[in-house]
């Protein structure tokens, strides 16, 4: 590929990223669709179309884009991640991991990679394992809202109602309007109020 070449898939790269940011999905993989009509080995465009396809929970066409770029550079993070999360997204937990231990071996102590490693060995039956390495991304990033969020979940479903509902309360210190956290502080506060009951009659039983 010839610099100018490069250049240009360079520039439109950042064009399709911002049409993403700001939530223009199908303008975005147009973007990166031109880019494969002149260079069909672009990760970078596969991965791109890949993740806009998993905002637009497409998840079958996000699955086929991300492998695609996985058989050009089976060493990008990147894609290893996103093809770890689209599995996430709909409860594939052992394709999941497999895909985020890749992505975790590739770029270490990435708190995003971490977040969903996590979040998808929790799902898959280990507990204990998936709170540990959503505390390590935590330490990494603690003011992530999305990993207090999966962390504040995570202890809700094991009865720790204590360090849910400080989880919880830290993400609307900084995000006051997320709405998802208010939910879950509600629902923390409602399980504490009815173990309490329930260990109250157990007592006096």
């Not at 884009?65 to 089976?74: F, S, T």
């Not at 996103?82 to 270490?108: H, M, N, Q, T």
């Amino acid at each position: 590929m010839s610099n100018h070449t490069e250049t240009d898939t360079n520039l439109l790269i950042q064009e399709a990223d911002k049409k993403k940011m700001a939530g223009q999905h199908t303008d975005a993989i147009k973007i990166c669709e031109q880019i494969l009509h002149q260079d069909l080995g672009c990760t970078e465009a596969y991965e791109e179309i890949g993740d806009n396809y998993l905002s637009l929970r497409q998840y079958n066409k996000a699955e086929k884009a991300l492998k695609h770029a996985l058989q050009i550079n089976p060493q990008s993070a990147n894609g290893n991640y996103l093809l770890g999360f689209v599995y996430s997204a709909i409860g594939e937990w052992k394709k999941s991991i497999e895909c985020l231990e890749r992505a975790d071996e590739i770029e270490p102590n990435h708190p995003e990679i971490l977040r969903c490693l996590g979040w998808s060995i929790f799902h898959k039956g280990e507990r204990k394992r998936g709170v540990i390495i959503l505390e390590r991304a935590l330490n990494l990033a603690p003011s992530d809202p999305l990993i207090l969020s999966d962390l504040g979940v995570c202890y809700l479903n094991e009865k720790n109602f204590e360090r849910a509902s400080i989880l919880f309360k830290k993400v609307l210190d900084i995000e006051p309007h997320n709405e998802k956290a208010k939910e879950c502080l509600n629902a923390v506060r409602f399980f504490q109020k009815e173990f309490k009951k329930f260990r109250e009659k157990n007592s006096k039983d």
